[in-house]
């Protein structure tokens, strides 16, 4: 009896701890259930769209084209006229008809002297010649009358230098030159940058008046290293940027390469000539792509197409709304743009002009992957607007 008493509890708690384990794979496997068929009413609701869902990529095509290798540099943007204009005559300035940022055409007045003093200067003058035209007209009329013939023409000559005709010509011709400097007039097609002088001031031969600058006709001087002096060329292609300007660029063409290298810097200069260069300003820094080889007819694609994987470089092409990576074989490039060789094996170039290469939104992406071309704006923001 002992004995019995004493097991009867422990065959109690077997049994207890078997109904409990029995209980626990029963909502074990009641979840798993429940999951699975909340798994397949999730994919029937939306019929399996998680798996097609296209990314938005920005994409350029693959071209045949020239690859321009250039070499780098930066230059300063200067005009080819910039004029300062002084006085060439002293005087009260009269009229100022022009102000800074005007933009004035060729011999457009710009100021004015009083020309009352210059006008009495050049009708003494004229007086002068008056005088000195009877003088010379007294040394040979009564010979004439007598004989009825002019003297002849070296006799006239000395009778003009010795009746002071000459010097009083020569003086007039002054007056008028410098009634005519007393107006001050544009020399070139231009914007005013300055003016130095206001109605009322008196103004000395010198003194400068205003500063005119031709914003059309510029040209940027750029460093060049002296070991890339030989590969630029007169005539070579150029690209200019500027930090004020941000995302303008201009073409340029290398008007000249100068002889002289300097000593410190060890490099030359190049004059560049822009062309279609509205916000350039004479003084800005740029940056400047210069044309320095250029190898004919290479299937080419947008250096930032290209990336790594397993340490292959490769693009992705789109093909049927799906990106498919491809392993190239890159050659040179200019930083923009690089060259796609053929297959080492097959001789083949995988990327054909007018392929459509992935250059944004590819850096993790799968073989494959369903993708969608976007404007550049779209992608920048994930897509949304």
Same mark, same amino acid.
């Given at each position: 009896?002992?004995?019995?008493?004493?097991?009867?509890?422990?065959?109690?708690?077997?049994?207890?701890?078997?109904?409990?384990?029995?209980?626990?794979?029963?909502?074990?496997?009641?979840?798993?259930?429940?999951?699975?068929?909340?798994?397949?009413?999730?994919?029937?609701?939306?019929?399996?769209?998680?798996?097609?869902?296209?990314l938005p990529v920005v994409a350029d095509e693959a071209i045949d084209a020239d690859l321009v290798l250039t070499v780098n540099t930066t230059g300063q943007v200067r005009s080819d006229a910039e004029g300062r204009l002084r006085a060439e005559v002293g005087g009260p300035v009269e009229k100022v008809?022009?102000?800074?940022?005007?933009?004035?055409?060729?011999?457009?007045?710009?100021?004015?002297?009083?020309?009352?003093?210059?006008?009495?200067?050049?009708?003494?003058?004229?007086?002068?010649?008056?005088?000195?035209?009877?003088t010379h007209q007294e040394n040979y009329r009564p010979d004439s009358m007598a004989t009825g013939q002019l003297p002849p023409q070296a006799r006239l000559d000395a009778s003009v230098i010795r009746s002071g005709l000459a010097a009083a010509r020569v003086r007039l011709d002054r007056a008028k030159?410098?009634?005519?400097?007393?107006?001050?007039?544009?020399?070139?097609?231009?914007?005013?940058?300055?003016?130095?002088?206001?109605?009322?001031?008196?103004?000395?031969?010198?003194?400068?008046?205003?500063?005119?600058?031709?914003?059309?006709?510029?040209?940027?001087?750029?460093?060049? =290293?002296? #070991? /890339?002096? $030989?590969?630029?060329? +007169?005539?070579?292609?150029?690209?200019? &940027?500027?930090?004020?300007?941000?995302?303008?660029?201009?073409?340029?063409?290398?008007?000249?390469?100068?002889?002289?290298?300097?000593?410190?810097?060890?490099?030359?200069?190049?004059?560049?000539?822009?062309?279609?260069?509205?916000?350039?300003?004479?003084?800005?820094?740029?940056?400047?792509?210069?044309?320095?080889?250029?190898?004919?007819?290479?299937?080419?694609?947008?250096?930032?197409?290209?990336?790594?994987?397993?340490?292959?470089?490769?693009?992705?092409?789109?093909?049927?709304?799906?990106?498919?990576?491809?392993?190239?074989?890159?050659?040179?490039?200019?930083?923009?743009?690089?060259?796609?060789?053929?297959?080492?094996?097959?001789?083949?170039?995988?990327?054909?002009?007018?392929?459509?290469?992935?250059?944004?939104?590819?850096?993790? =992406?799968? #073989? /494959?992957? $369903?993708?969608?071309? +976007?404007?550049?704006?779209?992608?920048? &923001?994930?897509?949304?607007?």
């Amino acid at each position: 009896m002992l004995l019995t008493r004493r097991l009867l509890p422990l065959a109690t708690l077997a049994g207890v701890l078997a109904f409990a384990a029995a209980c626990d794979k029963t909502a074990a496997a009641g979840g798993d259930g429940a999951a699975a068929d909340s798994t397949a009413a999730d994919t029937a609701s939306t019929g399996g769209s998680s798996s097609t869902v296209s990314l938005p990529v920005v994409a350029d095509e693959a071209i045949d084209a020239d690859l321009v290798l250039t070499v780098n540099t930066t230059g300063q943007v200067r005009s080819d006229a910039e004029g300062r204009l002084r006085a060439e005559v002293g005087g009260p300035v009269e009229k100022v008809m022009v102000r800074p940022g005007d933009r004035v055409k060729k011999g457009q007045v710009l100021a004015q002297l009083d020309l009352r003093q210059f006008d009495l200067e050049v009708d003494e003058a004229q007086v002068a010649v008056d005088v000195a035209m009877l003088t010379h007209q007294e040394n040979y009329r009564p010979d004439s009358m007598a004989t009825g013939q002019l003297p002849p023409q070296a006799r006239l000559d000395a009778s003009v230098i010795r009746s002071g005709l000459a010097a009083a010509r020569v003086r007039l011709d002054r007056a008028k030159l410098n009634r005519e400097r007393a107006t001050f007039v544009a020399p070139f097609d231009g914007v005013v940058d300055r003016v130095l002088i206001v109605p009322g001031d008196r103004i000395s031969a010198g003194a400068e008046v205003t500063t005119i600058v031709d914003l059309v006709n510029l040209r940027i001087e750029a460093a060049v =290293l002296e #070991h /890339d002096l $030989p590969l630029i060329k +007169v005539g070579g292609e150029a690209v200019i &940027t500027s930090a004020a300007m941000a995302g303008k660029s201009f073409s340029g063409k290398v008007q000249a390469l100068l002889t002289l290298v300097d000593s410190t810097t060890r490099s030359g200069r190049a004059f560049v000539r822009a062309s279609g260069n509205s916000g350039l300003r004479p003084g800005m820094y740029a940056d400047v792509r210069l044309e320095a080889q250029r190898l004919p007819n290479r299937r080419l694609v947008p250096t930032r197409a290209i990336i790594e994987r397993d340490g292959r470089p490769l693009v992705f092409v789109i093909k049927n709304g799906r990106a498919q990576w491809t392993y190239i074989l890159p050659g040179r490039s200019n930083g923009r743009q690089t060259e796609v060789l053929p297959d080492s094996v097959s001789g083949i170039i995988p990327v054909n002009p007018g392929d459509q290469v992935i250059v944004e939104g590819h850096l993790t =992406l799968t #073989h /494959d992957a $369903p993708v969608r071309v +976007v404007a550049k704006r779209e992608a920048g &923001t994930g897509g949304q607007d």
